[in-house]
T-cell receptor, first 115, second 113 residues
Framework: KAGVTQTPRYLIKTRGQQVTLSCSPI?????VSWYQQTPGQGLQFLFE???????NKGNFPGRFSGRQFSNSRSEMNVSTLELGDSALYLC??????????????FGSGTQLSVL | GQQVMQIPQYQHVQEGEDFTTYCNSS?????IQWYKQRPGGHPVFLIQ?????EVKKQKRLTFQFGEAKKNSSLHITATQTTDVGTYFC?????????????FGTGTLLAVQP
């Protein structure tokens, strides 16, 4: 079974640009979550999608958005990039979730650097 | 807001020594999960604890869930260099039907051969 696939692996952008990251969950998994990881703030929850609907959203500005397609693949978008958006963005999938009682399977992440 | 703290932030041990990391939640948890992230890698699920006072073992790793379901610990016996990495605990974030997890601050373990 293929794991969670995130593309691209590395990305360099400049301030003000926008970026789109992609995540393909494990086959059969319908829940996709996104996390931002930085040395200072640790792992911060961005949002979670299930059956193309956003079920929960973390405390991030509206510049961060996402969506999920009918095949469960998900994308997240960050507009008007700021230096502080430099981070490792991790996608995680789970079967269905619902009560925070399913393990998360993480992708390798996208390392975003904003210059 | 809901918080999950871990101590210590960093621990350096000699190979063969024991290691323990502690996890404390500001709220009661229905379950707690532990993940390990190797340097340059991504978090990998280790285990889930559900019952109050539960203890589970995986070879040299022992996981405990507190009686009040607000704290947990991970103990590694006789550390090896392969144990190097950051250990995170994580609990469900409240907010209805969701698989949102709140991750602890993590403990970075360095093992000197």
């Amino acid at each position: 079974k293929a794991g969670v696939t995130q593309t691209p692996r590395y990305l360099i952008k400049t301030r003000g640009q926008q970026v789109t990251l992609s995540c393909s969950p494990i086959s059969g998994h319908r829940s996709v979550s996104w996390y931002q990881q930085t040395p200072g703030q640790g792992l911060q929850f961005l949002f979670e999608y299930f059956s193309e609907t956003q079920r929960n959203k973390g405390n991030f500005p509206g510049r961060f958005s996402g969506r999920q397609f009918s095949n469960s693949r998900s994308e997240m978008n960050v507009s008007t990039l700021e230096l502080g958006d430099s981070a490792l963005y991790l996608c995680a999938s789970s079967l269905a979730g619902g009560q925070g009682n399913e393990k998360l399977l993480f992708g390798s992440g996208t390392q975003l650097s904003v210059l | 807001g809901q918080q999950v703290m871990q101590i210590p932030q960093y621990q350096h041990v000699q190979e063969g020594e024991d290691f323990t990391t502690y996890c404390n939640s500001s709220t009661t948890l229905s379950n707690i999960q532990w993940y390990k992230q190797r340097p340059g890698g991504h978090p990998v699920f280790l285990i889930q604890l559900v019952k109050s006072g539960e203890v589970k073992k995986q070879k040299r790793l022992t996981f405990q869930f507190g009686e009040a379901k607000k704290n947990s610990s991970l103990h590694i016996t006789a550390t090896q260099t392969t144990d190097v990495g950051t250990y995170f605990c994580a609990g469900p974030g409240y907010g209805g039907a969701t698989n949102k997890l709140i991750f602890g601050t993590g403990t970075l373990l360095a093992v000197q051969p």
